[in-house]
C-alpha cells in the first residue's frame, strides 16, 4: 500500500518554501555496513568538501535556511541541527561519518553529498498517514535514553513527523524515533528528502533519483517509486 504524506496549514505558513519528495522502496535487502557502502560515505564526504568550497556546514545557503526555520519554530539550531548538518559536520571530523547498516548507509551518503535532510522509515512499523504537523505536546516519542527504551514528548509548537501512533522524527528532521527507524531485518522503506529555498526542485530530485539508483544497485529485485514534489 502506498504510504500519504500530508504537511499541516500551519507548517507551510512556517515554511512556505518547504517540499519534500518521497521515495518508496519494497523488497530491499539490508545488512551489515560493508566495503561498498563505506566507499559510498567516503565519497559522499569529498563531494561535500567540494561543494562547501572552504565553508562551514552552517554557512550553506541550504543550511542556512534550515536553521533560521528552526529559530522560527522555537528550536535553537546550534544545539539540535537538522540533519544534514549534523551529518556534514561529523563527516568533517577525524571520526568521520558513523556506519550504521546498508540503508542508512546510502541514505546518508545522499544527504551528505547534497547537503539535503534525508530520512528513513520501515513502512511496516508506520500506522496510518505520514503527517508533517506542529505538535500539541501530548505525542509519544519513542527513544533510548542512558541506554534505556524511554517514552518522550516533543514540545507544543515543536515541528514533528508523526503517524497514528506518535511522533517518528522531532524538530522536522532532528532526531528519528527508535519505533520506525531501519533496522537490518528492515525490507520495505521510505526515505523523506526535505528541501527549503534555495535549494532548487531539480537538486531535490536530482538526490531522490540518485538514492533510488543506489537501492537499486544495492538490491536488484526491489520495488522502487520516487514520488516528486507536486
Known sequence: MTLSFTVSEDVRALAPGFTHLAVEARGLVNGPSNEDTSALLDDATRRLVE??????????PHVAAWRDTYTAFGAKPSRTRNSAEALARRALTDSGLPRI???????????????VPVGGEDTDRIKGAMR??????????HTVAGGEDTVEH???????????DGVTCRRWNWRQGVRTRLTEQSVNAVFLLERLDPMTIGELEAAGTELAESLEKLSPGARVTVRTPE
Not at 561543494?51 to 550553506?60: I, S, T
Open 154 to 164: 516533543p514540545e507544543p509548537g515543536e515541528v514533528v513527523w508523526c503517524d497514528d
Open 101 to 115: 547498516n546498508l540503508l542508512v548507509d546510502l541514505y546518508n551518503a545522499i544527504s551528505v553529498a547534497h547537503l
Open 132 to 141: 508533517l504537523v506542529r505538535s500539541t505536546g501530548q505525542e509519544p516519542f
Open 51 to 60: 561543494r562547501l568550497d572552504g565553508r562551514a556546514p552552517d554557512e550553506h
